[in-house]
């Protein structure tokens, strides 16, 4: 079975802080892939990273960057310099890598509240 | 490209009745996954469909039922709505099966049961 957990569920930063959100999971296959997806007030996830389990490079992309460490089975987002667009609820999610099955199992969401 | 569209964006209705909900697709994708999302619960699987056919389906009851036509769109079907069916559902395309193609989700069709 597979699980995700985002132990922090509301965070409350000042624009211009940095901010990270944490995402541990739990899985059986020894490869899968790891999502983050972040979903504003209008209800649409909006896809922001895949990375699957035999690449463990950090990626950056602007303000944003994840830190994959499979020794502790984590998958962390920071978000540098925020602002108050970043606001949104932001979901972790995992899924097998091989076949045919797609299935994503998500965790429960970070709400991040932006305070100008 | 039109992203992913859902039809209708919100829903009412009252215990016992049916309810079908539309998804089409970004175009050329053929594999739609949709997924329930409740304060309580989460975000939930419930099935995915890849050129007509359900490939996968989660762990809810029979009155939730799904089909994809030809032209890739696809309906999730409710039937004897319950209280706790109040959710938003969330429809994503993606252009083939397997997570190597990541999902692109739609707004959603909240449906509030009555």
């Known amino acids: 079975a597979q699980k995700v957990t985002q132990a922090q569920t509301e965070i409350s930063v000042v624009e211009k802080e940095d901010v990270t959100l944490d995402c541990v999971y739990e899985t059986r296959d020894t490869t899968y892939y790891l999502f983050w997806y972040k979903q504003p007030p209008s209800g649409e996830l909006v896809f922001l990273i895949r990375r699957n389990s035999f690449d463990e490079q950090n990626e950056i992309s602007g303000r944003y960057s994840w830190n994959f460490q499979k020794s502790t089975s984590s998958f962390n987002f920071t978000i540098t310099a925020s602002q108050v667009v970043d606001s949104a609820v932001y979901f972790c999610?995992?899924?097998?890598?091989?076949?045919?099955?797609?299935?994503?199992?998500f965790g429960k969401g970070i709400t991040l509240s932006v305070r100008p | 490209k039109a992203g992913v569209t859902q039809t209708p964006r919100y829903l009412i209705k009252t215990r016992g009745q049916q309810v079908t909900l539309s998804c089409s697709p970004i175009s050329g994708h053929r594999s739609v996954s949709w997924y329930q999302q409740t304060p309580g619960q989460g975000l939930q699987f419930l099935f995915e469909y890849f050129s007509e056919t359900q490939r996968n389906k989660g762990n809810f009851p029979g009155r939730f039922s799904g089909r994809q036509f030809s032209n890739s769109r696809s309906e999730m079907n409710v039937s004897t709505l319950e209280l706790g069916d109040s959710a938003l559902y969330l429809c994503?395309?993606?252009?083939?099966?397997?997570?190597?193609?990541?999902?692109?989700f739609g707004d959603g069709t909240r449906l509030s049961i009555l």
């Open positions: 999610a995992l899924s097998p890598y091989t076949g045919a099955n797609s299935k994503l199992t």
């Open positions: 994503a395309s993606s252009a083939g099966q397997g997570a190597d193609q990541p999902q692109h």
